[in-house]
């Protein structure tokens, strides 16, 4: 298994997956992406056997507001998705992926790492993210469709 960041080639396959995550169904409202949105974010794969199985992707932003856990101008990395192949969970693919962002983004001087979780199973979610990869619950944004 190798983890790394996506060449230009890459995104055709990881465009793929997006669709295979949208079809999963396992999220609300997610939409597949196509090849030409990750041309412009960091991407991180993971291959085994020469078959992307997993991707992370997102971007280092800039805060605009003072909030209670970072200051005007502090860098982030803004987590946008993590997908790993149904046959490929529970072997620590998603952890090793969050942790090479997590190393990219102190790297360009990133304070904190954020993301907009979303799951039908709120409990596994929560285990993943808090008690795996120790983030910490701010907010939820909870929607109640009418």
């Known amino acids: 298994m190798e ?3 996506a060449s230009k080639d890459d995104l055709k396959s990881v465009a793929r997956l997006s669709e295979m995550f949208a ?3 396992c999220c609300n409202n997610i939409v597949a992406d196509n090849e030409e949105y990750f041309e412009d974010k960091c991407v991180w794969i993971c291959e085994e056997e020469r078959q ?3 991707y992370a992707y997102g971007n280092i932003e800039e805060e605009e507001n003072r909030r209670s856990y970072a200051e ?5 990395f803004e987590l946008e998705e993590i997908y790993v192949l149904p046959q490929y969970r529970s ?3 998603g952890q090793k992926l969050f942790h090479e962002i997590e190393m990219f983004a102190m790297q360009k001087g990133a304070k904190t790492m954020r993301l907009n979780a979303v799951s039908k199973n709120y409990k596994s979610l ?3 993210y808090i008690d795996m990869l120790g983030m910490e619950f701010i907010s939820a944004y909870l929607v109640k469709l009418l």
């Open 3 to 5: 983890i790394r960041v």
């Open 91 to 93: 072997k620590g693919i």
């Open 126 to 128: 929560l285990k993943f």
């Open 52 to 54: 992307i199985v997993a």
């Open 72 to 76: 005007r101008g502090d860098k982030f």
């Open 23 to 25: 079809k999963e169904g």
